[in-house]
């Protein structure tokens, strides 16, 4: 473990870090004015989220969650009175014995197969301090066992004594966000801590500013022991969470109504798709802007503990009261573009981690592959050497069509599972998560070309001349 990162208040010139190696991106508050804003309100806004979508809601303020324009009119017209009523209802949504309790076993179930499951160790890239980071690459056996051990400790699994009803996600789900909350916010202010004092590696520093800090991070691979606090949120809790919840939800709905709302259904059933093909993947996220550039702080941490359970599950969550009405024929349509883009999606990144495995040697869509030969500097920051590399950027394939094409196919697959909560029938509320996510890729399509920019100079301008288009050919 490194000694300490004190003191070491990183420069605003991002190019001077980069030559000292300290692996500093601009980013963070100052970077986008919205996200900014909405880390402001984030903390609140999830817990109106989680009534918004719960049964004191329906019952309360039958029909107000799929009238949100009727619900801002009438606002309008009293802004003292809205503002106190949202006030009083967001504090109302407090922590709860059952959801801590689901929560923390939930944690206690992921930490014991992050520890106990054998895989193949596999390696990040290196950093501008030379520090690599190693994985065991156990992903698709954590998904398959948090699988089968959610489903044998509920009520449809074989226990003559069930532990607790399959939708328990949706029923602990209010007292559950809001201990997460609190949860995640202590623990950033650790995260601040540690990655100034105890850092676990080189690839840490103040910016000078405490708030930053404590948003963006100052450490960039965090551990206690063996265990990477990083990849264990991003994807131990929260993409596990999220792959567990729409399935949760949809037996809830079916217990509820006594009906299968196939909207709801076959939505959980893509997602869970979508999430087995991420932790098929998973290797390849951890070698993503979100892990190799984003530092352990507020944005990511909190975003990974609160933001994904509160956002990333609403169109399913919000169906649980409110049913989609969608027939099987129409939502067998919708259900059939969005395992499309989850296909497409791993296709493309799946074509890029085999060239790069391959170092080049391969065919791509039947022909050599068109690349770019990039080199780079690592710096050791105890003696100041510095190290030549070498990376390959291929233009050929998905990759030639755009610089970040597979965000195309994600984005068809959130769409359509937003479509399938059926906003014709129950608002607009319900495509919130696909119009956050349609921002944040175009922003995080920007940040990586900034991070391409400055890792590679003059050969990442020669490939943006191969590949122009960031997203979407002739658009953006």
Same mark, same amino acid.
């Given at each position: 473990? !490194?000694?300490?990162?004190?003191?070491?208040?990183?420069?605003?010139?991002?190019?001077?870090?980069?030559?000292?190696?300290?692996?500093?991106?601009? %980013?963070?508050?100052?970077?986008?004015?919205?996200?900014?804003?909405?880390?402001?309100?984030?903390?609140? =806004? #999830?817990?109106?989220?989680?009534?918004?979508?719960?049964? /004191?809601?329906?019952?309360?303020?039958?029909?107000?969650?799929?009238?949100?324009?009727?619900?801002?009119?009438?606002?309008?017209?009293?802004?003292?009175?809205?503002?106190?009523?949202?006030?009083?209802?967001?504090?109302?949504?407090?922590?709860?014995?059952?959801?801590? *309790?689901?929560?923390?076993?939930?944690?206690?179930?992921?930490?014991?197969?992050? *520890?106990?499951?054998?895989?193949?160790?596999?390696?990040?890239?290196?950093?501008?301090?030379?520090?690599?980071?190693?994985?065991?690459?156990? %992903?698709?056996?954590?998904?398959?066992?948090?699988? !089968?051990?959610?489903?044998?400790?509920?009520?449809?699994?074989?226990?003559?004594?069930?532990?607790?009803?399959?939708? $328990?996600?949706?029923? &602990?789900?209010?007292?559950?966000?809001?201990?997460?909350?609190?949860?995640?916010?202590?623990?950033?202010?650790?995260?601040?801590?540690?990655?100034?004092?105890?850092?676990?590696?080189?690839?840490?520093?103040?910016?000078?500013?405490?708030?930053?800090?404590? =948003?963006? @991070?100052?450490?960039?691979?965090?551990?206690?022991?063996?265990?990477?606090? +990083?990849?264990?949120?991003?994807?131990?809790?929260?993409?596990?969470?999220?792959?567990?919840? @729409?399935?949760?939800? !949809?037996?809830?709905?079916?217990?509820?109504?006594?009906?299968?709302?196939?909207?709801? &259904?076959?939505?959980?059933?893509?997602?869970?798709?979508?999430?087995?093909?991420?932790?098929?993947?998973?290797?390849?996220?951890?070698? #993503?802007?979100?892990?190799?550039?984003?530092? %352990?702080?507020?944005? $990511? *941490?909190?975003?990974?503990?609160?933001?994904?359970?509160?956002?990333? &599950?609403?169109? &399913?969550?919000?169906?649980?009261?409110?049913?989609?009405?969608?027939?099987?024929?129409?939502?067998?349509?919708?259900?059939?573009?969005?395992?499309?883009?989850?296909?497409?999606?791993? =296709? !493309?990144?799946?074509?890029?981690?085999?060239?790069?495995?391959?170092?080049?040697?391969?065919?791509?869509?039947?022909?050599?592959?068109?690349?770019?030969?990039?080199?780079?500097?690592?710096?050791?920051?105890?003696?100041? +050497? +510095?190290?030549?590399?070498?990376?390959?950027?291929?233009?050929?394939?998905?990759?030639?069509?755009?610089?970040?094409?597979?965000?195309?196919?994600?984005?068809?697959?959130?769409?359509?599972?937003?479509?399938?909560?059926?906003?014709?029938?129950?608002?607009?509320?319900?495509?919130?998560?696909?119009?956050?996510?349609?921002?944040?890729?175009?922003?995080?399509? /920007?940040?990586?070309?900034?991070?391409?920019?400055?890792?590679?100079?003059?050969?990442?301008?020669?490939?943006?001349?191969?590949?122009?288009?960031?997203?979407?050919?002739?658009?953006?």
């Amino acid at each position: 473990m !490194a000694t300490a990162c004190a003191g070491s208040v990183e420069s605003k010139n991002t190019k001077e870090k980069y030559d000292e190696g300290t692996n500093y991106v601009e %980013a963070g508050i100052e970077a986008n004015a919205f996200f900014f804003g909405l880390i402001i309100v984030a903390p609140f =806004l #999830s817990l109106l989220l989680g009534y918004l979508t719960s049964p /004191e809601m329906a019952a309360d303020h039958p029909g107000v969650a799929t009238a949100p324009f009727e619900m801002a009119k009438a606002c309008a017209s009293d802004l003292p009175g809205c503002g106190k009523a949202l006030l009083t209802t967001g504090l109302s949504v407090t922590p709860t014995a059952d959801g801590i *309790q689901f929560i923390l076993a939930f944690v206690l179930v992921a930490l014991i197969l992050d *520890q106990i499951l054998p895989g193949k160790i596999e390696t990040g890239p290196e950093t501008h301090t030379g520090h690599v980071p190693k994985y065991v690459d156990n %992903a698709i056996l954590h998904c398959i066992f948090s699988t !089968a051990i959610f489903w044998a400790g509920s009520n449809l699994g074989p226990l003559t004594e069930p532990i607790y009803d399959f939708g $328990i996600i949706y029923d &602990t789900f209010k007292g559950a966000i809001a201990f997460l909350n609190i949860f995640g916010m202590v623990f950033c202010g650790f995260l601040t801590w540690k990655g100034l004092n105890h850092p676990s590696t080189e690839d840490c520093g103040s910016s000078g500013s405490l708030i930053k800090d404590y =948003l963006w @991070g100052t450490e960039l691979y965090p551990r206690i022991g063996s265990l990477d606090l +990083k990849r264990f949120i991003n994807c131990r809790f929260s993409m596990t969470f999220w792959q567990l919840a @729409g399935l949760s939800f !949809a037996y809830r709905s079916y217990t509820l109504h006594g009906v299968i709302d196939w909207g709801l &259904t076959l939505s959980a059933v893509s997602q869970y798709v979508y999430l087995f093909k991420f932790f098929l993947w998973e290797m390849g996220y951890m070698r #993503s802007i979100d892990i190799i550039v984003d530092r %352990a702080g507020f944005e $990511i *941490q909190w975003g990974c503990l609160v933001w994904v359970p509160a956002v990333y &599950t609403l169109h &399913t969550r919000f169906l649980v009261q409110n049913p989609s009405g969608l027939s099987l024929p129409v939502a067998s349509v919708i259900f059939v573009i969005s395992i499309a883009g989850v296909l497409f999606n791993y =296709l !493309a990144d799946r074509e890029r981690d085999v060239f790069r495995a391959k170092q080049g040697k391969c065919l791509v869509w039947g022909k050599p592959p068109k690349y770019i030969t990039a080199e780079y500097e690592i710096v050791d920051r105890k003696t100041g +050497k +510095k190290t030549t590399k070498k990376s390959l950027l291929l233009a050929s394939g998905f990759w030639g069509v755009a610089r970040h094409f597979q965000y195309l196919f994600e984005l068809t697959a959130a769409w359509s599972w937003c479509l399938l909560a059926n906003p014709l029938k129950n608002g607009v509320l319900p495509l919130f998560y696909c119009v956050f996510l349609t921002y944040l890729l175009i922003d995080r399509a /920007e940040r990586d070309s900034k991070k391409c920019h400055l890792k590679y100079g003059s050969y990442y301008e020669e490939y943006c001349r191969l590949v122009p288009w960031k997203i979407l050919p002739g658009i953006h």
